[in-house]
């Protein structure tokens, strides 16, 4: 079975910190990769995913994530948070093999940005 | 912003009661999800239905059930709720595409005395 670590976490930055919260998965095959952010009282929402190709992936408000496929990485960046980034953020890992295609989730990464 | 709701976003109740949580999507997607989720951890897949009629467990062991006989409707019911099933339980759904993304629901908190 698939499964996801985020080894951060809590997360605590001052304003225009850059960012890097950790993802590693443990499965071998083919994977797609997601990140998802959770903003207070909000839906979980689509960060970025990475299906194929570049592995450098640009998401929404600057994010971005870089696939590193003999780490079995996925690691999120932001070079400049916002006090907005404020939020938990997830890794999830999907195999394209079986039928299943479930998502897996890491633990989340609560990120609290300070003014 | 995906439309998929779920119904009520907050519920307390007495050990014993029977629950169903509403989950509803319009975007016609056949494949759809509940997860459960305790403070500062992962999501667990306890439910999942690839299309009417069509309903699976997850990874995680859930004594609730769930049914799909709507597209669009993808109840979860407990019979006899306990403090253990205290939690957040999130609905999802996809379309199915290989790309796979998830649009996730609001969310229900539930609370058992």
């Known amino acids: 079975a698939q499964s996801v670590s985020q080894h951060n976490h809590h997360v605590i930055l001052s304003e225009a910190a850059s960012l890097e919260l950790g993802c590693n998965y443990s499965?071998?095959?083919?994977?797609?990769l997601f990140w998802y952010v959770q903003y207070p009282g909000q839906h979980l929402q689509l960060l970025l995913k990475?299906?194929?190709?570049?592995?450098l992936v640009k998401g929404i408000k600057g994010f971005e994530a870089e696939f590193i496929k003999s780490k079995f990485s996925f690691n999120l960046r932001k070079p400049s948070v916002q006090w907005s980034d404020t939020a938990e953020y997830f890794c999830?890992?999907?195999?394209?093999?079986?039928?299943?295609?479930?998502?897996?989730f890491g633990s989340g990464t609560q990120l609290t940005v300070l003014p | 912003e995906a439309d998929i709701y779920q119904t009520p976003r907050y519920l307390v109740i007495g050990t014993g009661k029977k629950i169903t949580l509403e989950c509803s999507q319009t975007?016609?997607?056949?494949?759809m999800y509940w997860y459960q989720q305790d403070p500062g951890m992962e999501l667990h897949l306890i439910h999942y239905?690839?299309?009417?009629?069509?309903?699976e467990k997850g990874d995680l062991s859930s004594e609730s059930t769930v049914s799909r006989i709507r597209t669009e409707h993808f109840p979860l019911t407990l019979e006899s709720a306990r403090p253990s099933h205290t939690s957040q339980y999130l609905c999802?759904?996809?379309?199915?595409?290989?790309?796979?993304?998830?649009?996730f629901g609001p969310g229900t908190r539930l609370t058992v005395l």
């Open positions: 999830a890992v999907n195999s394209r093999s079986g039928s299943a295609r479930q998502l897996t």
């Open positions: 999802a759904s996809n379309s199915g595409r290989m790309d796979n993304e998830q649009f």
């Open positions: 499965y071998g095959g083919t994977v797609n």
């Open positions: 239905s690839y299309g009417v009629n069509s309903t």
């Open positions: 990475y299906f194929s190709g570049d592995p």
């Open positions: 975007m016609g997607h056949d494949k």
